[in-house]
C-alpha cells in the first residue's frame, strides 16, 4: 500500500514562472492537505480539499496560489508567476476521513526553490 | 481560529534519559484532537502520538507518553529511555494547525 505521494520532490523555477506540485493520497484517502515548511519554521496549513471540494482555504495567500482535488488524479498546488519567498517545502497529507481525529498521513514533501 | 505554541525552540537529553517537550494550544471547538509528530532529517513526518481531547486518560505509545491537561489546554510530550533515533524536530498539532516544533537531541 503506496504512501502519499509527492512528485517532484525538489523544483527549481526562475522568478516569474508557474510551479506545479502533485500529490497523491493514499488508496481510499479522500482528504488532503497541504501544508507549507519555510526554513527552520513549522508548518503552516495552507488548504484543505476534498474531492472536486475547497473545504479550507483559510491558509491559502490570496494571490497567485490555487489548488485542486478532481475527481481524478492527484491533487495540484498551483503557484503563478513565484518569488523568491515562495522557496519552501510544501507538504502534502491525506487521510480517509474529516480533519478531527484522523491520522493525516505525510508525503515526503516538494522542495520548491526560486531563483 | 486555533493556534498551538511550543515554548521550546530546542531541548536537549542524554541518552536513556527523560525528557518533556511542551505544547499549549486555544481553541474555541469542544471536540478536538490534538497529535504529536516527529520529523528527522530525512523530513518525513512521523505521527508519535494522538490524544482525543475527550478521553480523560493520557495516551501512551511505548515510550512516549502525554500529560493531557484540557483546562489549562496543555498537551506535553514525554520520552522516556530516550534513544539516538529520537534525535528530530518534533510538531505539536490541534486539529489541523501546527507549533512551530522543538528541536530535540540526544547526547550519546
Known amino acids: 500500500n503506496a504512501g502519499v505521494m509527492q512528485n517532484p520532490r525538489h523544483l527549481v523555477r526562475r522568478r516569474g514562472q508557474e510551479a506545479r506540485l502533485r500529490c497523491s493520497p493514499m488508496?481510499?484517502?479522500?482528504?488532503v492537505y497541504w501544508y507549507r515548511q519555510l526554513p527552520e519554521e513549522g508548518l503552516k496549513f495552507m488548504v484543505y480539499?476534498?474531492?472536486?471540494?475547497?473545504?479550507?482555504e483559510s491558509g491559502m495567500p490570496k494571490e497567485r496560489f490555487s489548488a485542486e482535488f478532481p475527481k481524478e488524479g492527484p491533487s495540484i498546488l498551483r503557484i503563478q508567476q513565484v518569488v523568491r519567498g515562495d522557496s519552501a517545502a510544501y507538504f502534502c497529507?491525506?487521510?480517509?476521513?474529516?480533519?478531527?481525529?484522523?491520522?493525516?498521513?505525510f508525503g515526503q514533501g516538494t522542495r520548491l526553490t526560486v531563483v | 481560529a486555533q493556534t498551538v505554541t511550543q515554548s521550546q525552540p530546542e531541548m536537549s537529553v542524554q541518552e536513556a534519559e527523560t525528557v518533556t517537550l511542551s505544547c499549549t494550544y486555544d481553541?474555541?471547538?469542544?471536540?478536538?484532537?490534538l497529535f504529536w509528530y516527529k520529523q528527522p532529517p530525512s523530513r518525513q513526518m512521523i505521527l508519535v502520538i494522538r490524544?482525543?481531547?475527550?478521553?480523560?486518560q493520557n495516551a501512551t505509545e511505548n515510550r512516549f507518553s502525554v500529560n493531557f491537561q484540557k483546562a489549562a489546554k496543555s498537551f506535553s510530550l514525554k520520552i522516556s529511555d530516550s534513544q539516538l533515533g529520537d534525535a528530530a524536530m518534533y510538531f505539536c498539532?490541534?486539529?489541523?494547525?501546527f507549533g512551530k516544533g522543538t528541536k530535540l537531541t540526544v547526547n550519546p
Open positions: 497529507a491525506s487521510s480517509p476521513g474529516g480533519t478531527r481525529g484522523t491520522e493525516a498521513f
Open positions: 481553541t474555541s471547538e469542544s471536540d478536538y484532537y
Open positions: 498539532a490541534c486539529s489541523l494547525v
Open positions: 488508496k481510499g484517502h479522500s482528504h
Open positions: 480539499l476534498q474531492k472536486e471540494n475547497i473545504i479550507d
Open positions: 490524544q482525543e481531547a475527550y478521553k480523560q
